[in-house]
């Protein structure tokens, strides 16, 4: 994509702010980062150390949202292999969860997405919706993202190459103030220990996350 035409499509179409839209993919971790706060048994005078299993791993956020400022409600990838509801305890309204054992987007689940994306915005010949995005490999070398965007009025435009982290719209707004909050609540949580078992008390970890920007 260029400038020269993107405004070529924006003078065709006439595109409103709240059709155009941005979609990216961020991982998040999903391990805290520090333990602030121990509670322990009166006279007890070690505490054990709680490690977390999953340290390292990342759960991908699918982001999209749109030049007015409205955004499409997050698919979350979870690095594991079966699916339970209590992943997205907490999760903004209408998000949706899918897993892979690496945790990364891959092509079925990008077209997922669209297809997520498609019945939110329901773009149509007289409504239709530009979508920006950068040249991951499952964005751009999937023929059934393609055929869909053509056959829903979803025109699709890619940023250049090595240009995301200075043209991405998410990147330089959403992204940056999200990661800060998730390390915050991560870092949050309360930990108790009893006689026979660690366990920590908490909210859902993604409660809460997106508040600030809605």
């Known amino acids: 994509m260029n400038f020269s035409t993107y405004w070529k499509l924006n003078t065709q179409k006439h595109y ?72 997205m305890k907490g999760a903004p309204p209408g998000a949706i969860g899918k897993v892979h054992p690496s945790g990364w987007i891959q092509a079925h689940l990008f077209t997922e997405w669209f297809k997520h994306f498609l019945e939110k915005t329901n773009p149509t ?13 499952t964005h751009t070398r999937n023929i059934e993202i393609l055929t869909l965007a053509r056959e829903r009025h979803v ?19 959403f992204m940056g103030a999200l990661k800060p909050i998730t390390v915050t609540r991560f870092g949050s949580s309360c930990y108790i220990q009893t006689e026979f078992s660690s366990h920590m008390t908490s909210q859902s970890c993604w409660e809460g996350l997106f508040e600030m920007h809605n």
């Open 125 to 137: 010949e007289q409504s239709p919706v530009l979508l920006v995005l950068d040249g991951h490999y």
């Open 155 to 173: 025109t699709i435009i890619c940023l250049p190459p090595h240009t995301t982290h200075k043209l991405q719209p998410l990147d330089r707004t």
């Open 16 to 87: 409103p702010a709240d059709r155009i839209f941005n979609v990216d993919e961020t991982g998040l971790t999903i391990v805290q980062s520090k333990i602030p706060a121990v509670i322990g048994k009166k006279g007890k005078r070690q505490i054990g150390a709680l490690t977390a299993a999953e340290r390292g791993s990342l759960v991908t956020l699918v982001c999209c949202m749109s030049a007015g400022g409205s955004y499409i409600p997050p698919m979350l990838i979870f690095p594991r292999k079966n699916y339970s509801d209590q992943l």
